[in-house]
C-alpha cells in the first residue's frame, strides 16, 4: 500500500493527468514500441492509429490518480484491464517496461512541472497497480489453467469450418491442434486472435467475441468483413485466406461482458455485428425454460441480418425475436412478428411491454450503444439492470449522439 505523502502527491496530480493525460499516454506508446518494436505484436495497432488505446489509458490512469485511496471507486475498470491482459498473456514481467516508459513519458510531456518528489510518488504508485495487476492476472492464469481444455498462453487452434453467414460475416469453427478440449467460457467472453499477415511489418492481435454456446467441442467466432477499410486487413484476411484446415494462434476465453444468472426478464439487443455475445447469451440463456427473453437485432436489412434462422429455431413460448431495419430492402416485410423499420427507439420497447425492471445486454457500434443507453436512461432502468462493454471511458459513449 502507497504511503500516506504518496497518495498525497497522487491524488494532486489528477487535475494535471485529466489536462495532459492523453498527450502522456501518446508518448509512453511512442517510447514504449520504439524502445520495444516486438510488443507491436500483441497490441492492437489499429486502436493505435485510431486514438482508442492512449485515450483509454489516460483515463485509466486519471482515475486511478483521483482514487488511489479508494481503488473500489474504479468499479470494474481494473478488471476489465485484467481480462484484455489475460486474453493477450501478458507476462508479469511486462511490467517494469511499462512502468519505465509511463514514467518518461510523465516526465517528458510535464517537464520541470514533474519534480522528483512527483515522479517518486508515482513510481511507488505505479508499483503498487501492477502488483494488483499481477495478483489478479496470476489468479486467473492458474484457474484457467487447471481447468479442463484450459492452457497458459496461446494454443494452436484448427480452422475446422468456415461458413459464410450473409454477405459481409464468416464463422469460422476452432479445435485445438493438439487434440485437446476445447476451454469453456461464459457466454459473451472473447478470445484474442494473434495472426501473421504476409508483407505487413509485424504480427496481428484482435479479439473477437465467441458466437455459440459452451456446449461445443469447438469454439465458434463470426466476423465482419470490413470492406473498403484499410483498418480491416485482419477480417478481411480472414475472410479471403484464412481456410479449413489452416492453424491460428489463440488466447484463452477472457472477458467480464458475461451473462449473469437471474430470474428476472432478459433483453438482448444488438447492432450489427455485436450481435456475436448477445447471440452467445441467447443460447445459454434459452436453457433456462422460465426465463422471459426477448433478443433484438438490429441491422441494415435481411442482408445483413446474421443467424436469424439460428435464433428462430431456438426460440420457445416466452421468447421472441425482434428485428429492427435500418434500410430495409423491397422484399423485407415489415410491421409483422415484431419487425419495426428505422432505429430502436423507446417506444418499440414500450410496444413491446418491456420491464424497466429487465435485465439489459448490448452491444454494437459506439452511435448504437449510446442510443440503446439513452433509452434505457429514459426509461428509467436502474444501473444495475444495464450491462454493455464499451472501449474507452463511459462519460465518452454518453456524449455521442
Known amino acids: 500500500m502507497a504511503s500516506k505523502k504518496t497518495i498525497e502527491i497522487v491524488k494532486s496530480t489528477a487535475p494535471v493527468l485529466e489536462q495532459h493525460g492523453e498527450a502522456i499516454t501518446k508518448v509512453f506508446y511512442r ?31 486519471f482515475k486511478y490518480a483521483q482514487h488511489i485511496d479508494k481503488l473500489e471507486m474504479l468499479g470494474g475498470m481494473v478488471d476489465t ?6 486474453s493477450l498473456s501478458i507476462p508479469k514481467e511486462g511490467y517494469p517496461i511499462v512502468g519505465e516508459n509511463l514514467l518518461a513519458a510523465i516526465k517528458d510531456v510535464l517537464g520541470d512541472a514533474a519534480t522528483p518528489e512527483i515522479m517518486d510518488a508515482w513510481a511507488e504508485a505505479y ?6 495487476f499481477v495478483s489478479k492476472e496470476e489468479a486467473i492464469y492458474t484457474d484457467k489453467e487447471s481447468s479442463i481444455g484450459g492452457f497458459r498462453g496461446m494454443k494452436e487452434f484448427v480452422v475446422v469450418n468456415k461458413i459464410f453467414e450473409n454477405d459481409v460475416i464468416t464463422s469460422f469453427y476452432l479445435k485445438r491442434k493438439d487434440e485437446e478440449p476445447v476451454p469453456s467460457f461464459i457466454a459473451g467472453q472473447y478470445i484474442a486472435l494473434n495472426i501473421e499477415i504476409p508483407n505487413t511489418p509485424h504480427k496481428h492481435t484482435r479479439n473477437y467475441s465467441m458466437s455459440d454456446s459452451n456446449d461445443k467441442d469447438y469454439l465458434r467466432i463470426s466476423v465482419k468483413k470490413e470492406t473498403g477499410n484499410p483498418d480491416g486487413i485482419v477480417s478481411n484476411y480472414l475472410h479471403s485466406d484464412v481456410t479449413i484446415g489452416d492453424t491460428l494462434l489463440i488466447g484463452m476465453p477472457s472477458g467480464e461482458f458475461v451473462l449473469q444468472e437471474t430470474t428476472q426478464p432478459l433483453v438482448l439487443i444488438s447492432g450489427g455485428i455485436g450481435v456475436t455475445p448477445i447471440l452467445s447469451m441467447f443460447k445459454e440463456a434459452v436453457k433456462n425454460k422460465n426465463q ?10 435481411s442482408d445483413t441480418h446474421a443467424f436469424k434462422n439460428e435464433i428462430d429455431a ?3 413460448d416466452n421468447s421472441a425475436s425482434v428485428s429492427v431495419y435500418s434500410n430495409p430492402l423491397k422484399s423485407d416485410v415489415l410491421g409483422e412478428n415484431y419487425d419495426y423499420q ?12 418491456i420491464s424497466n425492471n429487465s435485465d439489459f445486454y448490448f452491444c454494437g457500434p459506439t452511435p448504437f450503444m449510446a442510443n440503446v443507453l439513452d433509452i434505457l436512461d429514459d426509461l428509467n432502468v436502474d444501473n444495475n439492470h444495464i450491462n454493455y462493454e464499451f472501449f474507452g471511458p463511459v462519460e465518452e459513449l454518453k456524449l455521442v449522439h
Do not use: S, W
Open 127 to 132: 508499483g503498487d497497480l501492477a502488483a494488483i
Open 292 to 301: 422471459e427473453i426477448i433478443i433484438i437485432q438490429c441491422a441494415l436489412n
Open 314 to 316: 431456438l426460440l420457445r
Open 31 to 61: 517510447l514504449l514500441f520504439e524502445n520495444h518494436p516486438e510488443l507491436k505484436d500483441i497490441f492492437n495497432m489499429t486502436n493505435q492509429k485510431k486514438g482508442n488505446q492512449p485515450k483509454a489509458l489516460a483515463n485509466a490512469v
Open 342 to 353: 428505422g432505429y430502436l427507439t423507446k417506444e418499440i420497447l414500450n410496444y413491446l411491454e
Open 81 to 86: 484491464i485484467v481480462q484484455k491482459h489475460v
